[in-house]
């Protein structure tokens, strides 16, 4: 039987450019399921408990949206957050710009398959 894949949501202000993005990048990864979201209220997708509890790791693109994550959903009483990493991208790129995969690949395959073997 085939490992199962991890299971990794992509978080960012608005889920317009980063997260979507690392999303694109990772959507046909035979490793990974893959969801994005924003942390915004008027984000394209906010992040929800849902996706939380899908997750088996979330990574954010800066240090407020794991604020954010974790003061928004710390009532859930019966509910433990996954790993939460913060990969420190500012704010400065465009939806799929060639600098932006540059900086996300290499960051987030070494991280998948460290992740991926330990969950197979």
């Known amino acids: 039987m085939p490992a199962r894949r991890l299971k990794i ?3 960012c202000a608005m889920n317009r450019r980063r997260s979507a993005t690392a999303e694109r990048i990772y959507r046909n990864d035979p490793r990974v399921e893959v969801r994005s979201a924003g942390v915004r209220g008027d984000a394209n997708r906010r992040v929800s408990e849902d996706d939380l509890r899908w997750a088996d ?5 800066e240090r407020e949206h794991k604020r954010a994550i974790t003061t928004r ?3 859930l009483s019966d509910f433990s957050f996954p ?3 913060v990969l420190d991208v500012p704010d400065e790129f ?3 710009e060639p600098n932006l995969v ?3 690949k290499p960051m987030l395959d070494s991280e998948i398959d460290h992740l991926a073997a330990s969950t197979g």
């Open 9 to 11: 949501l992509f978080v």
């Open 57 to 61: 790791v979330v990574f954010v693109m």
């Open 73 to 75: 959903f710390d009532g």
């Open 83 to 85: 790993p939460i990493d």
């Open 94 to 96: 465009e939806f799929m």
């Open 102 to 104: 540059e900086m996300l």
